[in-house]
């Protein structure tokens, strides 16, 4: 049976895996390590004998909790892998120093790693156990958060105006998750950020690479000043369109919020 996870929500609840995990994590805790390694590498989810990463990490930190040394130095190298692919996916050549900030994101989740089994373990992983595409994001979000407070680039967008002169956010949808992503982190806000960086996947591409780079990223959608580089100058668009996109964005978020 799988180890029962430690971590606490706000509200004193305490945090559980996805049934399906569970009952993937009990296959593979009763597998021979040739077959954990045989299904490890597997990247497929539609493979039969795929693994969800959930469980590849289950392994790899009970192993690590055990000291099961041969275990974690076979399983690690095929969750590290996974992590690197979807470093990837989520974080484009475009960016700036694209590159460097998958190294970083990469070598903070192997800090937390390394802390299973020791009294620094805590329950840092715990959320990974449970989805861990959002797990890695709330890494990224973390670092950027950072990066925004130490230089104060985060917009107030209920500042902006849309080309018609009219608020871009009135709902407060984005002015709020911008908010959430510079600020310490909470359960509430964990939750917010996790609801709509899953709407965000529904939105035009040009809607979500504008609340990306204004509200996750700090930068302001155009400025007077030629210099400055801003969510405009990275499209290669005008303040107004990307504006525009801002206005439809929280519209839309703010629609499925209210389904």
């Known amino acids: 049976m799988a180890r029962a996870l430690n971590k606490m929500t706000k509200g004193g609840v305490g945090y559980k895996r996805p049934p399906e995990i569970e009952a993937c994590i009990e296959v593979a805790l009763g597998q021979a390590l040739d077959e954990q390694l045989r299904r490890a590498p597997i990247n497929d989810p539609t493979h039969r004998d795929y693994m969800p990463t959930e469980c590849l990490?289950?392994?790899?930190?009970?192993?690590r909790i055990t000291g099961n040394k041969r275990s974690v130095d076979r399983l690690l190298p095929s969750l590290l892998n996974r992590c690197e692919r979807r470093l990837k996916r989520t974080i484009p050549d475009s960016w700036p120093d694209a590159e460097g900030l998958r190294?970083?994101?990469?070598?903070?989740?192997?800090?937390?790693?390394?802390?299973?089994?020791?009294?620094?373990?805590?329950?840092?992983?715990?959320?990974?156990?449970?989805?861990?595409?959002?797990?890695?994001?709330?890494?990224?979000?973390?670092?950027?958060r950072k990066d925004a407070n130490r230089t104060k680039r985060f917009v107030h967008l209920r500042d902006e105006k849309d080309e018609d002169g009219?608020?871009?956010?009135?709902?407060?949808?984005?002015?709020?998750?911008?908010?959430?992503?510079?600020?310490?982190?909470?359960?509430?806000?964990?939750?917010?950020?996790?609801?709509?960086?899953?709407?965000?996947?529904?939105?035009?591409?040009?809607?979500?690479?504008?609340v990306d780079l204004c509200c996750l990223q700090g930068y302001a959608p155009a400025s007077e000043d030629p210099e400055e580089i801003t969510a405009a100058t990275i499209c290669g668009v005008s303040g107004t369109a990307i504006r525009k996109n801002l206005r439809k964005a929280a519209e839309k978020l703010k629609k499925q919020r209210g389904a």
């Open 166 to 210: 009219q608020p871009i956010d009135p709902d407060e949808t984005l002015t709020r998750l911008s908010r959430a992503a510079r600020t310490p982190a909470s359960q509430e806000d964990f939750v917010y950020l996790g609801e709509i960086l899953e709407a965000l996947k529904t939105l035009p591409e040009a809607q979500r690479r504008a």
């Open 103 to 144: 190294e970083e994101l990469l070598q903070l989740f192997c800090e937390l790693l390394a802390r299973a089994g020791t009294n620094h373990d805590a329950t840092a992983l715990d959320i990974f156990e449970c989805k861990f595409n959002k797990g890695l994001a709330t890494l990224r979000y973390k670092r950027l």
């Open 57 to 63: 990490l289950h392994l790899v930190r009970e192993a």
